[in-house]
């Protein structure tokens, strides 16, 4: 029994020096890799004992080397933390991205879904993919200029893999917009008067988006006079007084039902007088399959005319981004009757269906000047594709919930 004994005591004394000798080796090499001294944001390393000793701080302190370790893991990450607080970041972009949201589920999660899922390119990936694009309201003429140049890199490139489609359709998208973009906003001369024709059916926020671009340009060191052109309703009327006078700029209005010619013919020769630069002419809201009211647009185009040769020099048209295919519709009739020179896209961060900017520019070759994304004053910038198409596809890796949180989204509205 007393051998057994003193075998047990010897081996662990063995283990003992073997595990202290362990230590040691450890430590050592910690100390090699460990820089003599290092600062970080005006602390210093611990160095490491040569004699195997559990290293100390500075004070004299005894640590442990795991919380040693830790503590140079959390200091590189507070490190890198800093640096990225430090990095400017642009606040309209992250409206953007956070407006997209909607869109970025119902187009490019559903894209990049189909890429991750799909095992092979056949026929039955391409006709998925259509049925993507048409049913995120990109257009007819968009979808298949998507798809043919989709089709035609990945038999150039060879590509097998779908999700190495994901860049190639970002890039061809890319080169949609901004064929669309034309020179994104306006840029008038404040030398001489531009006279500047809003159109747009009711509810699309064209009054409300008058009032922000008017804002805009008097920032911009313009002087800008307001044109109330729908005399059809007096609210239309009083809710364009109620921005100019928070904006602070000159309206001229009539009384309800008059003339609306009259009014735009007044307003141009009130700027003349005033030596304004530009004119901004709110009209009624019409609904464009009202024969009669599309033709009064004519007239105003006449009269404006007339008091400034070349007048209107731009007729923006003012679309509610959640009408999706509908917003095609009214941009066909629009440009048939005003000849449109650009388009103001609103109402992007409540609609799933964000997509018909990416077509609505082509199927008319008419260019996006503005968006707008929220209902403050400063929520309608310039229309930057490459700012725009970045936000679009600032999404998260995961896409396979999308199905789930559509779901939620149709529960919640029925509640």
């Not at 590189?76 to 970041?89: D, H, I, N, Q, Y």
């Not at 003349?272 to 809201?285: E, F, H, P, Q, Y």
């Not at 009669?292 to 647009?297: G, V």
């Not at 964000?354 to 929520?379: C, K, L, S, T």
Request: charged share 30%; aromatic share 4%.
């Amino acid at each position: 029994m007393q051998m057994f004994s003193n075998l047990f005591k010897r081996s662990s004394e063995n283990e003992a020096k073997e595990d202290k000798q362990q230590e040691e080796q450890t430590a050592a090499e910690i100390a090699e890799k460990t820089p003599e001294t290092e600062e970080q944001d005006g602390a210093e390393e611990p160095e490491a004992e040569a004699d195997g000793e559990e290293a100390a701080e500075a004070d004299g302190d005894e640590e442990p080397e795991e919380t040693k370790e830790t503590a140079k893991g959390l200091r590189g990450l507070w490190e890198k933390t800093r640096r990225l607080a430090s990095t400017p970041v642009d606040p309209w972009f992250s409206k953007i991205s956070q407006g997209l949201d909607k869109t970025r589920r119902q187009f490019v999660g559903r894209i990049s879904n189909l890429f991750s899922t799909s095992g092979k390119i056949d026929e039955e990936f391409w006709e998925e993919l259509e049925d993507i694009l048409l049913t995120s309201d990109v257009g007819l003429k968009a979808a298949n200029t998507i798809l043919d140049e989709l089709r035609r890199v990945q038999k150039e490139k060879k590509i097998k893999d779908p999700q190495e489609l994901n860049n190639e359709i970002k890039v061809i998208i890319s080169r949609i917009l901004q064929a669309e973009a034309g020179n994104n906003g306006l840029h008038p001369d404040k030398d001489k008067l531009t006279v500047i024709m809003m159109v747009g059916v009711n509810g699309t926020g064209k009054t409300t988006t008058t009032a922000k671009l008017a804002s805009k340009f008097r920032e911009e060191g313009h002087k800008v006079l307001l044109a109330a052109a729908d005399t059809f309703r007096a609210a239309a009327i009083d809710q364009l007084q109620v921005w100019a006078d928070r904006i602070k700029i000159d309206l001229i209005r009539h009384q309800e039902g008059s003339d609306p010619g009259a009014v735009v013919f007044d307003a141009i020769e009130a700027a003349k007088a005033r030596g304004c630069s530009i004119v901004l002419i709110d009209t009624a809201g019409r609904l464009h399959n009202k024969n009669n009211l599309m033709e009064e647009l004519r007239k105003i185009k006449r009269v404006a005319n007339k008091a400034c040769p070349g007048a209107p020099h731009e007729t923006l048209l003012v679309l509610d981004a959640t009408t999706g295919q509908n917003a095609l519709e009214q941009a066909r009739v629009f440009n048939n009757v005003t000849e449109l020179t650009g388009l103001i896209m609103c109402k992007l961060d409540g609609t799933g269906k964000g997509g018909v900017v990416v077509g609505i520019g082509q199927e008319f070759n008419i260019p996006v000047r503005y968006i707008g994304v929220g209902e403050a004053i400063d929520d309608l910038r310039e229309f930057n594709p490459e700012q725009f198409l970045d936000a679009l596809f600032a999404a998260p890796d995961n896409y396979k919930n999308i199905e789930k949180l559509e779901q939620e989204e149709a529960a919640a509205e029925e509640e």
